[in-house]
């Protein structure tokens, strides 16, 4: 078994805030994330595979394919956008790390598969301290 990475980087506006609750409870609960004029990321991107060599190619997936798939699929949908408003695969979900981490994942999964690897992992640096790794 071979695991490859693939990183990419965006930019992108939201803000943490549940509709049915207050400001002041948003607030208290998510702190500047919460900002009702929005705050934004400069994210960075790792798409894991695995599997098995191919010993024709030498390779497990063509990297430019890999590149080419994650940002068709997700990074040219997110880029320089409002996570809450503008991307069709976050629509109503509350737009955490932790939430875009699982809606990466489900947006390449099938594409992924299709190329005869698994994903192994979606991990998304959202600033340089903090990072969610999501393994399906």
């Known amino acids: 078994?071979?695991?490859?990475?693939?990183?990419?980087?965006f930019n992108a506006a939201h803000k943490l805030s549940r509709p049915d609750w207050s400001e002041d409870k948003n607030t208290e609960v998510y702190g500047k994330c919460a900002n009702p004029?929005?705050?934004?990321?400069?994210?960075?991107?790792?798409?894991t595979v695995k599997g098995?060599?191919?010993p024709e190619t030498g390779f497990l997936v063509d990297l430019k394919w890999?590149?080419?798939v994650t940002n068709t699929y997700?990074?040219?949908?997110?880029?320089?956008r409002n996570?809450?408003?503008?991307?069709?695969f976050m629509k109503g979900k509350l737009a955490s790390?932790?939430?875009?981490?699982i809606a990466i994942w489900d947006e390449l999964l099938p594409f992924i598969e299709e190329s005869g690897?698994?994903?192994?992992?979606?991990?998304?640096?959202?600033?340089?301290n903090n990072f969610v790794e999501y393994f399906g």
């Open 74 to 80: 997700v990074v040219d949908k997110i880029d320089h």
């Open 117 to 128: 690897a698994k994903l192994h992992c979606i991990k998304i640096y959202e600033t340089e």
């Open 1 to 9: 078994m071979i695991y490859i990475t693939r990183k990419a980087s």
């Open 52 to 54: 098995e060599i191919n």
């Open 97 to 101: 790390t932790e939430n875009l981490a």
């Open 37 to 47: 004029n929005w705050h934004g990321h400069n994210y960075q991107l790792y798409v």
């Open 83 to 88: 996570l809450n408003l503008d991307v069709d």
């Open 66 to 68: 890999l590149k080419d």
